[in-house]
């Protein structure tokens, strides 16, 4: 149904729903996409479906079925002469794009697609379904498994690299003269904030089969000199010795008790003083049919199901922060940050 200007029209009633219902199918197409290698193979121009059957070793025929539901999505565009063409959103799933999402497409569609499949497990038990599908309810599969440990890093990175540069105009360092960057990946936050403030030195902490590429990375960006890398578990104690900790998307991953301890950890390794820095969603304390909160609310279903996490409103925050021996002082955002839904919660011992 389209308006007199050949826009879209919403849908009434029911069919609202019915689109709603079939959208499962918008995460598995781009998936296929990233998978076969389709937005790379477009990279030098348009090509006919039998030239990208060839490279993509696709069945010729399923493969125009794909690429047509990828041009109703917008992901390339389908031209007079038949051919197809990658689209600016499309280009986004290169993977040698500056801003490629194509790991987390890859990671949303392929590891994390069953696990969705089991939320009303999650919703019935309070649990995780994770270890249903993996056998393991936290992160340890990731550690049997390389490809998919891989992807899930080489996503995290996306979305820090995605971030990182509204995190660092949004909020304030100076004064900062050491970050210990608590579950840092592979640093690409950390090494943001170090390239902006040349005076501060940081520590990357994180478990050791996630840190081992953060060192190429600090040395690739020139910031190695300033930084160290120590592996370890945050829920055994983090390093100390620093003026500020920073945790992005790190609480989403724990329960409240699990967080608590994470945090509690933090607040030892501050000896008396310090500031406790938080990149999160805040989730508002009431749902509205609104883009920004649909995304939202499935980031928390997310974790709901990939690890029996979860994101917290305001109000939640501040308990977690009370329950660790912190007072959340401020929550800093920017333009940037809220695009993607984030802020800098910023907590001061109390």
């Not at 990279?43 to 990208?52: F, H, Q």
């Not at 403030?197 to 940081?202: A, D, F, I, K, V």
């Not at 990357?204 to 690739?220: G, K, N, P, S, Y």
Request: charged letters at 20%; aromatic letters at 6%.
């Amino acid at each position: 149904m389209t308006t007199a200007d050949g826009g879209d029209e919403a849908a009434p009633g029911p069919l609202a729903l019915i689109e709603m219902i079939h959208g499962g199918f918008v995460s598995q197409a781009i998936y296929a996409a990233a998978k076969l290698g389709i937005p790379d193979a477009l990279a030098g121009g348009p090509r006919t479906i039998d030239e990208l059957a060839e490279v993509t070793g696709a069945h010729a025929d399923s493969l125009h079925r794909l690429l047509r539901a990828l041009a109703a999505l917008g992901v390339c565009a389908e031209r007079a002469d038949g051919r197809f063409e990658l689209t600016r959103l499309g280009g986004h799933l290169r993977a040698d794009a500056a801003d490629s999402v194509r790991a987390f497409a890859l990671h949303w569609g392929g590891s994390m697609w069953p696990i969705w499949g089991t939320l009303l497990h999650s919703v019935k038990t309070g649990k995780s379904p994770r270890a249903l599908v993996t056998r393991s309810p936290t992160f340890e599969s990731l550690a049997r498994n390389t490809e998919a440990a891989s992807t899930f890093n080489a996503a995290m990175t996306e979305i820090s690299r995605l971030m990182a540069g509204g995190v660092v105009r949004a909020y304030d360092f100076s004064g900062i003269r050491r970050i210990v960057d608590v579950g840092g990946g592979q640093g690409e936050l950390l090494g943001a904030i170090l390239t902006a403030y040349p005076e501060m030195r940081g520590t990357l902490f994180d478990q050791l089969h996630v840190c081992t590429q953060a060192a190429r990375h600090l040395e690739a960006i020139g910031v190695a000199a300033r930084s160290e890398i120590v592996s370890g578990s945050f829920f055994e104690s983090v390093p100390g010795g620093a003026d500020a900790w920073l945790l992005k998307s790190v609480l989403h991953d724990w329960s409240d008790e699990r967080a608590v301890e994470i945090l509690g950890n933090c607040r030892r390794a501050m000896a008396g003083s310090g500031t406790l820095l938080v990149v999160e969603r805040v989730l508002p304390e009431r749902m509205e049919a609104r883009r920004a909160h649909r995304l939202m609310a499935a980031s928390d279903l997310g974790m709901m199901v990939a690890v029996a996490g979860r994101e917290r409103t305001e109000a939640e925050f501040r308990a977690l922060f009370g329950s660790a021996g912190f007072t959340l002082t401020r929550i800093v955002s920017g333009q940037d940050l809220s695009a993607m839904h984030y802020s800098v919660l910023e907590g001061a011992c109390s």
